[in-house]
């Protein structure tokens, strides 16, 4: 089956660690006569303001919207910081994911062993820590309205909505269950409830729709980001709404020692999806050959799975980054006083080679 990929790099280290990504994915399909993918490149964020003083042409929502999968690298610049929020990089994302649908944001994290020394927790806790947040992404307080800031001077007032429909909890909580088949069967939902009305639905709503051969527990927002740096090892599949998933996915980041590891993914029912790494743009490190691309190209894997109907790649692409790590080889966010450093192309070269290895065997 033929796939259209739309690539967006973006801004800052978006462009570099895109590049050994597409270098990997060329490399795949040079070697797999069975993939039938065609990708095009185009601006986004910043670097469509820079040309075209919009962070979004519609053609290139058109194209994102024709295609199977958009790989996207990273938004944002200090630069455009001053612009009004819907001129912003950072509102090409958003609009997007709205547009496109895309209400199911999938962000694992998780540790790597060989890693349990970088993460900021301590080693007994973090170690096996595995877990997935299934975040809505299209709904709830980032988009409901009535929003905004009204009155003058003293007298300004900013406020926003939070409200959950039914249908939005409903299939939110299906994509969880669909995740926790496929892992251990366990899911836990936050919220607040004990505080705000739309939790009360989102609770009602999540425990008629997960079905009882999935285990169910809930947790207020509070308590699961204590949890998650207490004992992040309880965790398996977590499902929570569009603001309280961001803070959580951020915190949970912080188990595997680094943000430039953490992939993503962002679906909708049926083929498309968006797969972009956790991290920003970077703009400190930009330009220096210190990006980790290993989030980026775990994001392919990602599309690989969901997308592009090639779970075999995705295994693959998990398993030979996991092989580099084991290697001991780092890039710089990753290793310690004293270790050496890969720069992005070495590591992405380090990927391609594990799995030249995995191939030859
Ligand atoms: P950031 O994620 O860009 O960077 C945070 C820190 O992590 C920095 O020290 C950076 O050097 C490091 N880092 C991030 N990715 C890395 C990688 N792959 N390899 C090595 N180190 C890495 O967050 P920020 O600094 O708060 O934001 C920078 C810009 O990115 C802002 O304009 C922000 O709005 C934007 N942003 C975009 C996205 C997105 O495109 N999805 C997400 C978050 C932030």
Redesign the pocket.
């Known amino acids: 089956m033929s796939h259209k990929i739309t690539v967006l790099p973006?801004?800052?280290?978006?462009p570099e660690?895109m590049d050994e990504t597409l270098r990997l994915l060329e490399w795949i399909v040079e070697r797999d006569p069975q993939l039938d993918l065609i990708w095009e490149e185009f601006p986004i964020?910043g670097a469509s303001l820079e040309q075209y003083d919009k962070p979004l042409l519609p053609e290139v929502l058109k194209a994102a919207k024709n295609s199977s999968a958009i790989l996207?690298?990273?938004?944002?610049?200090?630069r455009?910081?001053d612009l009004p929020v819907n001129r912003?990089?950072?509102a090409a994302?958003l609009n997007l994911r709205k547009q496109c649908g895309l209400y199911a944001n999938l962000r694992p994290a998780r540790i790597y062993s060989e890693l349990v020394e970088s993460s900021p927790l301590k080693n007994h806790r973090a170690a096996g820590a595995d877990l997935v947040i299934v975040r809505e992404l299209t709904g709830g307080i980032y988009f409901s309205l009535p929003r905004g800031i009204e009155g003058t001077g003293e007298h300004r007032r900013g406020f926003n909505t939070l409200s959950y429909t039914r249908e939005e909890v409903v299939r939110i909580t299906e994509v969880a269950v669909e995740i926790a088949r496929q892992r251990s069967g366990k899911i836990t939902s936050i919220d607040k409830a004990n505080v705000l009305e739309s939790s009360k639905l989102w609770r009602e709503v999540v425990t008629e729709t997960v079905p009882d051969d999935i285990q169910l527990n809930h947790l207020y927002v509070d308590n699961a980001a204590m949890q998650l740096v207490l004992d992040p090892c309880q965790f398996d599949v977590i499902v929570t709404g569009n603001m309280f998933g961001d803070i959580l996915s951020d915190i949970a980041s912080q188990i595997s020692g680094?943000?430039?590891l953490l992939p993503s993914a962002s679906l909708r029912d049926g083929a498309l999806g968006m797969y972009?790494?956790?991290?920003?743009?970077?703009?400190?490190?930009a330009g220096t050959g210190?990006?980790?691309?290993?989030?980026?190209i775990l994001s392919l894997a990602m599309a690989f799975r969901y997308s592009l109907d090639a779970v075999g790649w995705a295994d693959k692409i998990e398993k030979a980054v996991d092989q580099v790590i084991a290697s001991g080889k780092r890039?710089?966010?990753l290793a310690r006083d004293n270790e050496p450093a890969l720069n992005t192309t070495e590591i992405g070269q380090a990927v391609r080679e594990r799995l030249q290895q995995m191939e030859e065997i």
């Open positions: 973006g801004d800052g280290i978006g660690i964020g996207l690298g990273a938004v944002g610049d200090p455009w910081d912003r990089p950072e994302l680094s943000i430039g972009e790494p956790v991290h920003g743009s970077a703009p400190d490190i210190m990006a980790n691309p290993l989030a980026m890039t710089a966010d």
